[in-house]
């Protein structure tokens, strides 16, 4: 495990403010600082938050080794000593770490209980559904929080519920379940998103991260980028080159995110701006129509040796019935014009156990991979994902097949694929307890606070739900009949322009 020290002295970008006077925020990524750093969440609050002058904003990770007493990482602050911890939550598989952090520093988990540090959160998983983490939270930002810091920090320093829940999008469960429209930036151009403080010790650690935009236009139907976070915006060509060439001072290769990053308007111009000032645009998400002979060029030449697409499901029927409008020939045609550029893998990605999934459809994977390896003479990979039913989209109430479903499959896939490609997977097991989480309620509070007093393993999650009484499989493998409330229905009730509209 590293230092405090050392980890602060290997990175660039870090603010160090007296805390006299100012408003003590404790910034939490409920996952440790390799992870929490590859969140551009944690980079964007943190220079939000330090930028107004009354407030200083440190942040705090999940310890990867046994920690006596949880501080903050700048200043070395125990959280309890901070005014407000402010989490970031984006997986639902880190809902236990949230409460293992509060009480590693000191801080009652439970809102009702606690008279330290408010405790607030926002992030993707808190914006389609935050009760199974609602009776920790004193306050919750549901959606797109960057024009709201400000209201935020006011309400915050005069330290009533009354003036945090008059805060647009901001959601007080102990006012009950009340209608939070969830909150949407309307002029991406106006926040920059992007790396802000330089370590190398991340998973993107040799890379400047820059969000291009946000939302996708294409409706995929278990997509939470396209539902939850719609609509599709851009960030515009002269709104991006001052933050890439921040980015540029620091590192050469340029990490574009989005959710469908190739059909950037200006993407073109983009790469060839990262190309003159001696980058090399490396985009997140690829889409096979967008992948043009003139993008491919350039992205060869910034040093793109891989090539990934996405196309979710084995036969054309199958992927349209997902809403995923992708022909095997678009896939070829696209795979190949990546050849013809000098790019020599493909990445492959499918998700199983999409709704009305037929064998037929899991064995055109392999099909698909060995027609695309041997007409094109890419070296193909394959990601296979489980779908996780979420919250906001409209796979919301289908029932997620059981695990050993999921395992055989991905056996049969892995015995078709031998000696052809590598097939890497996520595990059902953990996708199950994903799903679980997603369709919780507040009741599952308590096995959470369980969990989080033991191991992180599967069979310490299912001892912890059975000790409350809670059938995990009603929540994962049960379809949700259509007239059934759903715990998060009063989240996302019509959306709210942020800053707000007058
Ligand atoms: S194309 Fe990709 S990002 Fe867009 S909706 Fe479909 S799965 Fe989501």
Not at 195 to 218: D, N, Q, S, W
Request: with cysteine; hydrophobic share 45%.
């Amino acid at each position: 495990m590293m230092t405090r020290e050392a980890i602060l002295a290997a990175e660039t970008g870090a603010q160090r403010k007296d805390p006299g006077g100012r408003l003590r925020i404790a910034l939490a990524y409920p996952n440790t600082y390799a992870v929490g750093m590859s969140n551009l969440a944690i980079h964007t609050l943190y220079r939000l938050f330090n930028a107004r002058p009354d407030v200083v904003c440190e942040r705090v990770f999940l310890p990867d080794a046994p920690t006596t007493l949880l501080r903050t990482l700048e200043s070395g602050t125990a959280l309890a000593d901070m005014d407000v911890v402010a989490f970031s939550v984006a997986f639902e598989l880190d809902y236990p770490n949230v409460i293992r952090m509060l009480r590693l520093g000191s801080v009652a988990p439970f809102a009702a209980a606690r008279t330290g540090p408010r405790v607030i959160a926002g992030g993707p998983a808190m914006s389609y559904n935050p009760e199974p983490l609602a009776d920790v939270f004193d306050a919750i930002l549901v959606g797109e929080g960057e024009h709201s810091v400000d209201a935020l920090v006011d309400a915050l320093r005069a330290d009533t519920p009354d003036a945090l829940a008059a805060v647009p999008g901001v959601y007080v469960p102990a006012h009950g379940t009340v209608p939070t429209p969830r909150l949407v930036v309307g002029d991406l151009n106006a926040v920059p998103v992007a790396t802000t403080i330089y370590t190398p010790h991340t998973e993107f650690g040799k890379m400047a991260l820059v969000e291009v935009g946000r939302g996708c236009p294409y409706g995929c139907r278990f997509c939470v980028a396209s539902h939850v976070y719609a609509p599709a915006r851009w960030r515009s060509f002269d709104a991006l080159l001052p933050v890439i060439e921040e980015g540029l001072r620091h590192r050469t290769r340029i990490g574009l995110l989005g959710a469908s990053v190739t059909d950037h308007p200006d993407i073109l111009p983009l790469c060839e701006a990262i190309l003159t000032r001696g980058g090399e645009p490396s985009p997140a998400s690829m889409r096979a129509d967008a992948l043009t002979p003139e993008l491919l060029a350039l992205l060869a030449r910034g040093g793109v040796r891989t090539v990934t697409l996405a196309p979710e499901a084995g036969t054309e029927a199958l992927r349209r019935s997902v809403g995923k409008r992708i022909s095997d020939d678009a896939l070829l045609a696209a795979a190949a014009r990546a050849r013809a550029a000098g790019i020599g893998a493909l990445k492959l990605y499918f998700i199983l156990g999409l709704p009305d999934e037929t064998p037929d459809d899991r064995a055109a994977i392999p099909a698909l991979a060995r027609r695309l390896a041997h007409e094109t003479g890419l070296r193909v990979s394959l990601g296979c994902s489980i779908l996780v039913p979420k919250p906001g989209t409209p796979f919301a109430r289908i029932a997620m097949p059981p695990e050993a479903a999921m395992r055989r499959a991905l056996d049969d896939l892995r015995r078709a694929l031998r000696g052809v490609t590598q097939l890497t997977h996520e595990s059902p097991r953990w996708a199950y307890w994903q799903a679980v989480l997603a369709r919780g309620g507040r009741e599952v509070t308590p096995a959470l606070a369980t969990i989080a007093d033991g191991a992180d393993t599967p069979g310490a999650w299912a001892a912890a739900f059975r000790a409350h009484g809670l059938d995990a499989d009603a929540y994962a493998l049960r379809a949700l009949p259509p007239d059934l409330p759903l715990p998060w229905a009063h989240i996302g009730a019509g959306r709210c322009l942020s800053p707000p509209e007058r």
